[in-house]
Structures are given as C-alpha cells and as structure tokens.
T-cell receptor
C-alpha cells in the first residue's frame, strides 16, 4: 500500500498550458524531493524541501516551481509547458532513520505535444 | 563533481547469479543505496551500506569498499520477476538527511 501518492499517473498536454503535478505523503516526513527521469538516464534532483515553507532548487535546472504549505503536500507547477518538459517526474520523501533513504511515489509521466 | 557509474545492461538466466557493480566519485560520503525499479513503476529500496563490508538480505547482498569508491549488488537464484533496473545512489554529504545522487541504472534481463 503506497504511502506517497502522485497524480496524475499519465498526462498529455498541449504546449503553453499550465500544469500542476500533485504529490502527497501520509508518513509525516519532513523531507520531500522531486526528481526528473528520462528513459535510460539517471534521476536528476530538481527541487527539494526540508519542511513547511522550505523549498530549494536541485542540481538540475528546471523551469518548474514548487510549494510546501503543508507537511504532507509538495506540488510541482509548470506555468507554460513545452515539449522539452516531456519526462517522468518522481516525488519522494524521507525521514529518520536515515538508512532507509527515500520512499518514492509511482511517478507522473508527462508528455507535452 | 559527482560521478556514479554502473553498467547499462546485464543478462542472466533464471536461477543464476548476477553481480552489478557501481563505482562512485563524490565530494563526500554518507551511505550508498540500491533501489529496484520495474518499468513504469517507482523505485523501491533494496539495501543500504555505510560501512565497509557485505550486507545480506535474503537473495540480495550488497558490498561496499569506501577506500575504492566501489559497491556491488549480488542477486542470487534469479527469478523472472527480478527483471528490472537497479539503481545505485550515494548520499555525498555528512548530513544524514542529505540528498541522494543516482547512477543511470543497470537493466537486468532474466531469461528462462
């Protein structure tokens, strides 16, 4: 049973549209992350949060933005989608003990046409 | 910079053993993780090493050598359901809450 939920699972959208990818977790984790993954490529960190009202950009530059108003919710928004944004977006959370790493959501596969 | 290398693909037969190697060069080190990712699904946690040596968990074992910047994941008694991508990830900071850096993954194909 998943403790971290991402919606939608798949999304096909036209260029220029605004979209929000949802991520929610029920574990009370403070740390949350967004990764971008292209087929056969490594996961790249695009945003992370260490708690409410805390957001930071990751290692990979992204035109998306995030917010963390509630502990359980970490949505990602693209103001104007472009074909270059086509990718899989994975949300994750973590907490102590640190040796368990991350719990991942099922991902959102985004296609911008 | 950070660099995590693992082979792109490995093929093995059902019942066999496969060893997936991972080498890393990172600015710091506070743990190495292995994840399994089936196509179209989320990565799931397999193992964690922070000290040198072997960690065994059922059919899966993971080894770490910090001085060599090297780890491997050993999959024994392979089953068809083990066909998946295996991701090596390093926490390159002394902060135990720090972010993970991932390799590109090794696609393991198990044949009958």
């Amino acid at each position: 049973e998943a403790d971290i939920y991402q919606t939608p699972r798949y999304l096909v959208i036209g260029t220029g549209k605004k979209i929000t990818l949802e991520c929610s977790q029920t574990m009370g984790h403070d740390k949350m992350y967004w990764y971008q993954q292209d087929p056969g490529m490594e996961l790249h960190l695009i945003h992370y949060s260490y708690g409410v009202n805390s957001t930071e950009k990751g290692d990979l530059s992204s035109e998306s933005t995030v917010s963390r108003i509630r502990t359980e919710h970490f949505p990602l928004t693209l103001e104007s989608a472009r074909p270059s944004h086509t990718s899989q977006y994975l949300c994750a959370s973590s907490d102590l003990p640190a040796n368990y790493g991350y719990t991942f959501g099922s991902g959102t596969r985004l296609t911008v046409v | 910079g950070q660099n995590i290398d693992q082979p792109t693909e490995m093929t093995a037969t059902e019942g066999a053993i496969v060893q997936i190697n991972c080498t890393y060069q990172t600015s710091g080190f506070n743990g190495l993780f292995w994840y399994q990712q089936h196509a179209g699904e989320a990565p799931t946690f397999l193992s964690y090493n922070v000290l040198d040596g072997l960690e065994e968990k059922g059919r899966f074992s993971s080894f770490l050598s910090r001085s060599k910047g090297y780890s491997y994941l050993l999959l024994k008694e392979l089953q068809m359901k083990d066909s998946a991508s295996y991701l090596c990830a390093v926490r390159p900071t002394t902060d135990s809450w720090g972010k993970l850096q991932f390799g590109a993954g090794t696609q393991v194909v198990v044949t009958p």
